[in-house]
């Protein structure tokens, strides 16, 4: 949920997903597949904490990743009503996520970023605590965001630069190749690589990338503190 990419390739998309979180946090379940309220499957981990998430896959190829924190750094506000992680599920189990979006009340939950990859068109959503913010970006574009909660903008803009480079020299990279991307990028500052780890008291647990197109739709999950790798998918209509 703190460094999200996202590489279109043709009929397909990869997107990946680091996720970093304290010492003291439960280890996530590995990711399963689950029938929502409204009839849809999602494959997704599950934070045992609050039961939510931060990544899933829908059976239809959309796709949804959460990052903490808005546009800059917050002051919790404790408590807070509902966890992000479950209020990105109330999101994107609905039919249609951008309108869940604009119309869930948001009050006492904490500052969140949603990316949405739904029907082939991308957007991003924030939430900053007072106002929601819907931008639709250009899904013909790589990206890259890191969460602001954890890396300040000098930070995000040399992590985009590394991802940058790295799509120069890898032109048409696999699923593979963007999850050591995820695990390897850096300049061996531990505190900002892609790989984070601050005094082992805040790290990066898992890494998650998903391939979503015509023929593929694929989760594979990097458990990084049990060292175990899981593979989950969809048939779609062309296998």
Known sequence: MCTVSFIPLGKKVLICSNRDEKSTRAIAYKPAMVQTKSGSRLIFPKDPDSGGTWIALKETGDVAILLNGAFENHIPEYPYRRS???????????????????????????????????????????????????????????????????????????RAKWFTQWLERNTSPTILDLLSFHQFAGDGNHSTDLLMNRDNKLYTVSITGIVTGDTELEMHYLDLLQHKNYLSSFLTHAQ
Do not use: M
């Open 84 to 158: 992000r992680g479950l209020i990105f599920l109330d999101i994107f189990e609905s039919k249609d996520p951008i309108h869940s979006f604009n119309t869930l009340l948001l009050n006492k939950i904490e500052p969140f970023t949603l990316v949405l990859f739904i029907q082939g068109v991308l957007h991003i959503c924030r939430w900053n605590g007072w106002n929601k913010y819907i931008e639709q970006l250009d899904e013909r574009l790589a990206h890259i965001w890191s969460s602001v909660t954890l890396y300040d903008l000098p930070t995000r803009e040399k």
